[in-house]
């Protein structure tokens, strides 16, 4: 729904489950940007594989695990036929005591960026930290409260010249995201999601705000 309540010209959503969620088939059509198929693949509840396609845009990734189910890889191939473009990105994921301790990202085969994860006594990831050719090209800080609840995603702002939030987080009584705060890197302006459950925990609406409380646009979910 648009800002004035009136249906989205040209919006189209429909996720099907298949084969007891065993494959996730979900496709968007949008005015703007057209239609897109994106298809999930899980084994043993474990997201294994994902597919998505529109018009000129072909993107493959396959995700894979160690024994105790921590992501251990995630392989991404990128095909723009409208450029005659292939990429890849590979991360490949480290763990101590079972949390992020740090992971390569490896573009094309060739360019490699290390990132290393800082934690506290909680094992909380407060800081993450990118490292190309041993020179840190970002810096992200990250906050919680005091149920080790992420709030805040933070790093230094171009634009302002000061450390600033990508992301602010809110929750509900029950500890389920309400609230949703973005800040585009390099910009002033940001936007702010939120978001509405009934009493079973199941989300009845998005709500999309600008900075000035603006109403953007509504997502409403039923269920049978």
Do not use: C
Request: glycine share 4%; charged share 25%; hydrophobic share 30%.
């Amino acid at each position: 729904m648009e800002s004035d309540e009136t249906p989205t010209p040209g919006f189209f959503y429909k996720r099907q489950l298949v084969n007891d969620a065993a494959l996730v088939v979900t496709d968007i059509s949008l005015a703007a940007t057209g239609a897109t198929e994106t298809l999930e693949y899980y084994t043993n509840n474990l997201l294994s594989k994902s597919v998505d396609s529109s018009a000129n845009l072909l993107t493959k990734v396959d995700y894979g695990y160690d024994k105790q189910n921590r992501i251990e890889f995630i392989e991404t191939q990128t095909d723009d036929t409208s450029r005659n473009m292939h990429s890849t990105e590979m991360h490949k994921w480290f763990y101590t005591n079972n949390v992020p301790d740090s992971m390569l990202r490896i573009k094309d085969s060739a360019d490699t960026t290390v990132v290393h994860f800082k934690k506290d006594d909680k094992y909380n990831i407060i800081e993450e930290i990118w490292l190309r050719k041993n020179k840190v090209i970002e810096h992200y800080f990250y906050y919680y409260d005091d149920k080790s609840e992420l709030t805040d995603i933070v790093r230094y702002n171009t634009r302002a010249k000061q450390m600033l939030p990508d992301f602010l987080f809110a929750y509900n009584a029950n500890g389920t995201l309400s609230q949703l705060t973005q800040i585009p890197q390099g910009s002033s302006d940001y936007i702010i999601w939120q978001y509405v459950y009934d009493d079973k925990g199941l989300k009845e609406k998005d709500v999309l705000f600008d900075k000035h409380q603006q109403l953007l646009g509504t997502i409403t979910y039923t269920y049978q």
